[in-house]
Nanobody, 124 residues
Framework: QVQLVESGGGSVQAGGSLRLSCIAS????????MAWFRQAPGEKREGVAS???????AYLDSVKGRFTISKDNAKNTVFLQMNNLEPEDTAMYLC??????????????????WGQGTQVTVSS
């Protein structure tokens, strides 16, 4: 089992920045994908950014150039730096993980472990 705990959400004005963190604990593994998903009320969940154990990344088109996913292996932590936030980024952001290799996916169906989420609200 793996436990994921997110933090760093909050309320900001458009153009602002937030940094989300996700700490993984439990039965970790050498080969993994970790990702951030988001879901707004009434909307489908979508993959925002993902990273694999070698540092390979994938991003949702609408966040490219604004969001950066990174990791600290020693602390089993993955980060999502979000800059130039837009009202459309408002959502619950969830961290997810799965033990896998290859280019990291942005499809939620592949992920086994999920955190509880942290709310991000961007006002215009």
């Amino acid at each position: 089992q793996v436990q994921l705990v997110e933090s760093g959400g909050g309320s900001v004005q458009a153009g602002g920045s937030l940094r989300l963190s996700c700490i993984a604990s439990g039965n970790t593994h050498l080969n993994y994908w970790m990702a951030w998903f988001r879901q707004a009320p009434g909307e489908k969940r979508e993959g925002v950014a993902s990273i694999d154990s070698e540092g390979g990344t994938a991003y949702l088109d609408s966040v490219k150039g604004r969001f950066t996913i990174s990791k600290d292996n020693a602390k089993n932590t993955v980060f999502l730096q979000m800059n130039n936030l837009e009202p459309e980024d408002t959502a619950m952001y969830l961290c997810a993980a799965v033990w896998a290799s290859g280019p990291p996916s942005l499809e939620g169906k592949w992920y086994d472990y999920w955190g509880q989420g942290t709310q991000v609200t961007v006002s215009s």
